[in-house]
């Protein structure tokens, strides 16, 4: 009789130290990525608990687990980290934009904001700019991270000098250096590290921001655009990481010298036509290339030279005209001719990242772009932008990763390892 009470005893004792050591999920045979290294490990375990990683493992045996995922050796990657996100695609901007976020409600809010990212693979991303009332709580859910929900940064509003316009709901105006100055020291008192300075924001302030913020151990984020300052003087002011690679054609065309010699160019593709944003942009890679290809290429020595970061939108650039694998708005103005030609200006406006990642090689430093994937709403899907398009349409340099071309990485489970990645 003592024996069986024991054995009861004991098997019950077992049962729960089991139960408690029983991980969530576990996933076998992954092929993981692991992205200090560059380098692929086969038929890895990953081990989950509390919606956080545990470990990941190469050991043969069973672990406890209420589900088990046969990853059938596709790849595991690390999460994505998204640089540039706007929460107004999200919530809403101009007339649609709330006024603030209800305290009621800021779980609402931040699901409906991370149901945007992390069902993609986005653990991690940066806010570039948003109305201020929405700052305080979403200092709370960067300061409060959860396994649940993306973890996020922000910048604040994006900075611009004072205009006559009504400057847009996630624009923050100061109206001197010295407010300029003042606005970055507040931010920094409410716990912010990153800046932006968008390309409203004329020189006297900008200077002053910049000077603040790198006084203060911050980093500043330019949108350096539209010939108001050019990218070789704002690196000459310290400025080291930009956003959107785009925007490379307005620190080369200067459309007080080149304006007029650009809209017959344009004129002799698009008679009469109202051509779009990405038209136009893509035109004026075209007419760089034709035109002065060694000052483009002056401008990109310079920038590789100093290890400069850049975002993309790339994907901004190639919807329109069917070159990726989802599109929220194609071009209807344009003829079937003109569509062609904005493929093959597409594929000339790729080439500024490509020539831009060698040369910084080339300079002993190491080329950063930024991943910035588009948070497109209606579809429900964000990616990397290069994740985006057909492969005939660009030619990003591959990296090599034990012995295997790789374009880009994916996501948990999409591709096999050890194959092309497209």
């Not at 004129?267 to 034709?290: K, N, S």
């Amino acid at each position: 009789m003592r024996i069986a009470i024991f054995l009861f005893c004991l098997f019950t004792v077992l049962q729960s130290y089991a139960q408690d050591n029983q991980y969530d999920v576990v996933i076998q045979h992954a092929t993981v990525f692991e992205s200090k290294t560059g380098t692929l490990w086969p038929n890895q375990t990953i081990l989950i608990r509390s919606g956080k990683i545990e470990a990941v493992t190469g050991r043969r045996r069973l672990y406890p687990a209420r589900q088990y995922i046969d990853a059938q050796g596709k790849l595991a990657t690390p999460g994505f980290i998204d640089t540039h996100i706007h929460p107004t695609d999200v919530f809403g901007d101009y007339v649609a934009a709330p006024l603030y976020l209800p305290a009621d409600s800021l779980d609402h809010y931040r699901k409906k904001l991370s149901d945007q990212y992390l069902p993609n693979g986005v653990t991690m991303a940066m806010m570039m700019g948003h109305p201020e009332n929405w700052l305080d709580p979403i200092l709370q859910w960067s300061t409060h991270p959860s396994p649940y929900y993306t973890d996020l940064y922000t910048t604040g509003g994006a900075l611009i000098s004072k205009e006559s316009r009504k400057p847009y709901v996630g624009h923050i105006t100061v109206e001197s250096p010295e407010a300029a100055r003042q606005k970055v020291l507040d931010y920094y008192n409410k716990g912010i590290r990153h800046i932006k300075l968008y390309w409203r924001l004329r020189r006297p302030e900008f200077e002053a921001a910049l000077k603040t913020a790198d006084s203060l151990g911050m980093k500043a984020y330019g949108h350096i655009d539209q010939n108001i300052m050019y990218m070789d003087t704002t690196l000459e002011k310290g400025l080291k990481n930009y956003e959107h690679i785009l925007t490379l054609d307005n620190s080369v065309l200067h459309f007080q010298q080149d304006g007029p010699a650009f809209g017959a160019f344009m004129q002799q593709y698009y008679p009469g036509i109202p051509v779009g944003f990405t038209t136009v942009r893509l035109e004026m890679f075209r007419f760089i290339h034709d035109h002065k290809p060694a000052a483009m290429d002056s401008l990109i020595d310079l920038l590789a030279s100093h290890g400069v970061s850049f975002s993309t939108t790339i994907h901004l650039m190639a919807e329109q005209f069917g070159l990726t694998y989802f599109t929220n708005t194609k071009d209807t103005v344009l003829s079937d001719v003109q569509i062609t030609r904005c493929r093959d200006n597409f594929k000339i406006f790729m080439d500024m990242p490509v020539k831009w990642s060698i040369r910084a090689f080339h300079c002993g430093s190491v080329p950063i772009v930024r991943m910035e994937g588009r948070s497109f709403c209606r579809s429900k899907c964000c990616c990397s932008n290069t994740d985006l398009l057909y492969p005939k349409y660009y030619r990003f340099p591959p990296s090599t990763v034990q012995g295997h071309w790789v374009w880009r990485v994916s996501m948990v489970y999409s591709k096999k390892a050890g194959k092309r990645i497209y």
